[in-house]
């Protein structure tokens, strides 16, 4: 439902990233709003309550830069949708390094942002 760019291009590599999350994401929904700036079209998302979300201005913005796209037309999106979309977008664009020392620090902190 929300990948980086669309799920065609979704490759095998991203898919693995995506993983189960507790029920507890699946029953917290953001509502999607349709906005044009610029004569272009957008979605973003909603709060679902007051107070900051940085979830939300994360999303937003990679939503915006056309990093992540929606890939289908709902009026809302599950929170695990939205973490599992930032979620194949920082591995798609974090290839790992060659050098080992490197790309061991690179996955440990992918895998501190993911929890």
């Known amino acids: 439902f929300f990948t980086s760019k669309n799920r065609e291009t979704c490759s095998k590599r991203e898919e693995e990233y995506i993983s189960p999350m507790t029920d507890v994401l699946l029953h917290i929904l953001f509502p999607v709003k349709n ?13 679902n309550e007051n107070g900051p979300c940085p979830l939300v201005a994360i999303c937003n913005v ?3 830069r056309g990093n992540i796209h929606f890939t289908a037309n709902h009026a809302t999106i599950t929170a695990k949708d939205v973490i599992d979309g930032i979620k194949v977008y920082l591995h798609k664009f974090n290839p790992p390094y060659r050098d080992e020392n490197v790309r061991e620090n690179q996955q440990q902190l992918l895998h501190d942002a993911e929890e």
């Open 62 to 64: 990679l939503l915006l």
């Open 35 to 47: 906005i044009r700036i610029n004569g272009q079209h957008y979605k973003i998302l909603l709060q």
